[in-house]
C-alpha cells in the first residue's frame, strides 16, 4: 500500500486536490474488481483541519495535518492561486515538510503552478520542472536556479514530478500509475476519464510572451522591434547595429533579459504571428510564411513544428475557427 499526501494549501485551485484525487481512488476500485488489492491510501493533508481554497470560495476539511504524517510515499502538491510571492508566503510551513519528507525518501510531483511551491523547496535547484506556460516568465524571474521546460507536460527527475499547466496535471498523474501500477491500469484510467495518456507536450497551446519584465530599457528596444516588425528579415547583425552594440554584448544582454536568445525570439514572435492568421484567417500556408518574413518553405514548416509540435497545416486544421464551423 502506497501512502499518498495531497497537499491542501491555502488559496489552492479545488480542481487540482480533488482530480488526483478522485483518480487514485478509481484505480483502487479498479484494481479490486481485477482481484487485486488496493495500492493506494490517499490523504488531504494541511497545516490546519480547514483550509480555505479558490480564492476563498470553498473550505477543504483535511483528513491529517503535517505533523502527524510522519513517512509518506508520495507527496503531490496542487496547483496555487493568486499572486504566487503572496501564495507562498502562506503556505511556507509546508516546506521543511516536503524536504524532510523527500530526504526521508518520499516522492514529489507538483501540478501546474503548484511547481512555485516545490521550487520554493529548493529540491529542484539545477533540475528541470514544468509549469503553467502562462506562469513561465514568472516562475523563471523567482526561481532563475531552476530549468524550466515550457514545452513538457511531465518531467520526471530523482523522485521528483511536475506537470504542465491546467489539465494536463492528469497526465502526470497517469504517468505515476502506470508506474506504480501497471500500463493496463493506467490504460483504463484513462478511457475512464477521457485523458490522451500519449499526450507529452503543451506546445500546440502555448501562446508566446516575451518576458518584458526586466530593467534593460536597450533590450526592451529590441523587443519591441522584432515585434513591430514581424514581417521583415531581422538580423542579429542589424540589432546590434540599431543599438549601438556589440554583436556579443547583446546576444548575451538579451538572453539574461529575456531567457531566449535573439534568435529563438525572433522565431517565437514569428511563430506565434503565423499561428494568430492559421486561426483567424484563410490565408494558405505560404502565404502565412510570407507574412511573417519567412521565404524558405522548409525552414518554415520545420520552425513551425518545432515550436508548436504540430505542422502549419495540422495547427490551422485544429484551431481555425471558420474551418472548425
Not at 523563471?140 to 507536460?153: A, G, H, S, T
Not at 500546440?204 to 526592451?220: L, V, Y
Not at 547595429?241 to 536568445?261: D, I, Q, V
Amino acid at each position: 500500500m502506497k501512502h499518498v499526501s495531497i497537499l491542501v494549501p491555502a488559496g489552492a485551485i479545488l480542481g487540482s486536490i480533488e482530480g488526483p484525487r478522485q483518480v487514485l481512488s478509481e484505480v483502487n476500485k479498479f484494481l479490486t474488481a481485477t482481484g487485486r488489492p488496493e495500492l493506494f491510501s490517499v490523504q488531504l493533508v494541511g497545516l490546519s483541519k480547514e483550509i480555505p481554497v479558490a480564492g476563498g470560495k470553498y473550505t477543504v476539511y483535511t483528513d491529517a495535518l503535517i505533523q502527524d504524517i510522519k513517512k509518506t510515499d508520495l507527496i503531490i502538491i496542487p496547483a496555487l492561486d493568486g499572486d504566487m510571492i503572496n501564495a507562498l508566503k502562506v503556505n511556507q510551513d509546508f516546506i521543511p515538510w516536503i524536504i524532510k519528507q523527500y530526504k526521508g525518501g518520499s516522492e514529489v510531483a507538483s501540478l501546474c503552478v503548484g511547481a512555485f511551491l516545490l521550487a520554493a523547496t529548493g529540491l529542484i535547484t539545477g533540475k528541470r520542472c514544468a509549469t503553467h506556460w502562462l506562469a513561465a516568465n514568472n516562475f523563471r524571474k523567482m526561481f532563475p536556479d531552476v530549468n524550466l521546460v515550457e514545452d513538457k507536460i511531465i518531467t520526471d527527475e530523482h523522485g521528483i514530478y511536475s506537470s504542465g499547466g491546467a489539465f494536463s496535471y492528469l497526465n502526470l498523474i497517469l504517468y505515476l500509475i502506470e508506474k506504480y501500477t501497471s500500463r493496463d491500469v493506467a490504460i483504463f484510467c484513462s478511457k475512464a476519464f477521457q485523458i490522451d495518456i500519449d499526450r507529452k507536450s503543451q506546445s500546440p497551446f502555448t501562446m508566446f510572451n516575451g518576458q518584458k519584465d526586466h530593467a534593460d530599457d536597450q533590450i526592451r528596444k529590441a523587443q519591441d522591434f522584432i515585434e513591430k516588425n514581424v514581417q521583415e528579415k531581422i538580423t542579429v547583425n542589424q540589432l546590434a547595429s540599431m543599438l549601438a552594440l556589440g554583436r556579443r554584448n547583446l546576444e548575451r544582454r538579451f538572453k539574461k533579459a529575456t531567457a531566449n536568445t535573439l534568435v529563438e525570439y525572433i522565431q517565437r514572435v514569428k511563430i506565434e504571428a503565423a499561428k494568430m492568421s492559421l486561426e483567424s484567417s484563410r490565408e494558405n500556408v505560404n502565404e502565412v510564411m510570407y507574412k511573417v518574413g519567412y521565404t524558405d518553405t522548409k525552414a518554415f514548416r520545420n520552425t513551425f513544428k518545432r515550436i508548436t509540435g504540430l505542422s502549419p497545416i495540422q495547427y490551422r486544421t485544429k484551431y481555425n475557427h471558420e474551418i472548425a464551423m
